[in-house]
């Protein structure tokens, strides 16, 4: 009886041990029975649907004008302009554009990209309602200045909140959105202004900020700006939100986190990333790219041939009866078309081949417009023949818009590192509408001095230009992480060159060397 009590008091320890010791979690099983109901994906284009709205805002302003000053200028207007102060109303929109979109990038790195999106939701509202209620001149001005002033606000936050929170496999197609909803909501405010008066129509747009608040109030904070402030609790939180617990996402969320400067706390900083952030490779090459992108594609005359569309489709077409908004409702709807296209290239295709695919069918469009346009215009045998003009103009709306206009405002939220990425998108984005400027103005200029052929010519050779040098600089980032593409920015041609050769048994260049990019 004892050596059977000692036996059993030998065994307690070890009911003890496997007593304490818990079973393996399975964080997938318990995610799983959290959020049944919604996908990561579904609260990826959640998160993302909140900015894709407010850059619909952003085509609303830039399409509001072309409905506004008719209806001003018509016989039965209670408010009356003159030419200049219709002008002013046109211009008022763009001209503080540049001035948001780096406050925007300001914005966002101090207050955090959801919160930047909150409070130009309510900036584009107050807009649109001081225009819906504008009973004069000066409210009017005032109306298109804040909605102005809040498309540029809404550039770099956009771009860069949905890159952040969405999975490099959905990323290119998220991004595409945005592009998207600002040829949608060019198109909207063509049709509010088609079917009501100006007032009515502003107030129609307000609506879309109260939608686009509400999805940015149940949208979590972008994961990569918690962790750079140091809220790693509040940053996995958000990242799990959205991405769930599958092993990809763990992989990528501790690479996120080895990656910031604030986790890696009491490691010991190479020299390189004690020095600005502005100064390294990493940020002035994506500054370089983007530059080089957004000029090629403002100067390939994007805005000017959506400025000049009815007048365009009157040459090409040579009808002085072409109903004016039925014309411009075409090209809005060849546009948005085209938008819709573009993002589901985006999420097949990689970065490279559609910029290349996109600048080659633009240059080829443009020199090809330009020239039956000479002959349509120069030779009366040729007349018959405007029909191939229109070809080339709707073909140059359907090229441009697959590439060179959606891919700069996509690589705007994924090819800065985060340190840099408030002020970098701002920067590129502001050139952008810096750009835009510079076109409309001199457009008229061109147009009167080597006549409208002769300004596409210009525009195509621009754009053949700007290809060839995208062909040289212009990253993949297709299914890359954000860490994968500040690493390849980081890493340079050479650094990439010598890896390849180390692989392959080659002789690498000396360490001193292979470290200098």
């Known amino acids: 009886m004892l050596k059977a009590l000692q036996v059993l008091v030998n065994q307690l320890p070890k009911c003890k041990m496997i007593i304490k010791k818990p079973p393996a979690t399975d964080d997938a099983f318990i995610e799983s029975n959290v959020v049944k109901r919604f996908s990561p994906l579904a609260r990826q284009v959640l998160a993302a649907s909140g900015p894709i709205i407010s850059s619909a805002a952003a085509g609303m302003t830039n399409g509001f004008s072309a409905i506004l000053l008719p209806q001003l200028q018509h016989a039965d207007s209670k408010l009356s302009i003159t030419e200049d102060q219709a002008s002013w109303i046109a211009s008022m929109a763009p001209l503080p554009m540049a001035i948001g979109c780096i406050l925007g990038g300001l ?111 149940v949208s979590p904070e972008s994961p990569v700006w918690l962790l750079a402030k140091g809220a790693r609790a509040e940053a996995e939180s958000s990242f799990r939100w959205l991405r ?177 990425r408030g002020l970098g998108s701002g920067l590129t984005s502001s050139f952008n509408f810096v750009c835009f400027f510079a076109v409309i103005k001199t457009g008229p200029t061109l147009f009167a001095t080597v006549g409208i052929n002769g300004t596409f010519l210009v525009y195509g050779v621009i754009s053949l230009l700007g290809t060839l040098l995208l062909y040289m600089i212009l990253p993949e980032t297709k299914n890359r992480t954000l860490q994968e593409i500040e690493e390849q920015f980081r890493r340079g041609r050479t650094k990439q060159k010598d890896a390849e050769a180390a692989v392959n048994g080659s002789p690498a260049a000396p360490a001193g060397i292979a470290t200098i990019s």
């Open 244 to 420: 769930g617990y599958d092993p990809a996402a763990r992989q990528e969320f501790d690479a996120m986190v080895a990656r910031t400067p604030t986790a890696a706390k009491g490691k010991q900083e190479p020299a390189e990333e004690t020095s600005s952030p502005y100064g390294r490779r990493e940020f002035l090459m994506p500054l370089a790219t983007l530059l080089v992108f957004f000029a090629t594609m403002q100067f390939s005359g994007v805005n000017i041939v959506a400025f000049y569309s009815i007048a365009l489709m009157k040459t090409t077409i040579g009808s002085d009866n072409l109903n004016e908004y039925l014309a411009m409702l075409i090209v809005d709807l060849v546009r948005v078309v085209t938008s819709l296209v573009a993002c589901v290239l985006l999420r097949s295709v990689g970065r490279r081949p559609l910029a290349m695919a996109s600048g080659v069918g633009t240059t080829v469009s443009l020199i090809g417009l330009s020239i039956f346009l000479y002959f349509q215009t120069s030779i009366p045998l040729y007349r018959n023949y405007s029909w191939l003009s229109l070809v080339f103009l709707i073909s140059y709306i359907v090229f441009v818009g697959i590439g060179l206009f959606p891919l700069p405002w996509c690589m705007t939220g994924e090819i800065f590192p985060v340190a840099t």
């Open 107 to 217: 914005l966002m790195e101090r207050c955090g990209r959801k919160s930047a999106h909150l409070l130009l939701n309510v900036s584009f509202a107050v807009g649109w309602c001081v225009l819906s209620t504008a009973g004069s001149y000066p409210q009017i001005l005032a109306g298109r200045f804040v909605t102005g002033l809040s498309c540029g606000l809404v550039g770099p936050p956009a771009s860069v909140y949905i890159a952040e929170t969405s999975d490099p496999r959905y990323r290119g197609i998220l991004l595409a959105g945005v592009t998207f909803a600002v040829s949608s909501g060019i198109l909207l405010a063509h049709l509010f202004g088609t079917f009501f008066s100006w007032q009515t129509a502003a107030l129609l747009c307000s609506l879309f900020m109260i939608v686009a608040y509400l999805l940015m109030l």
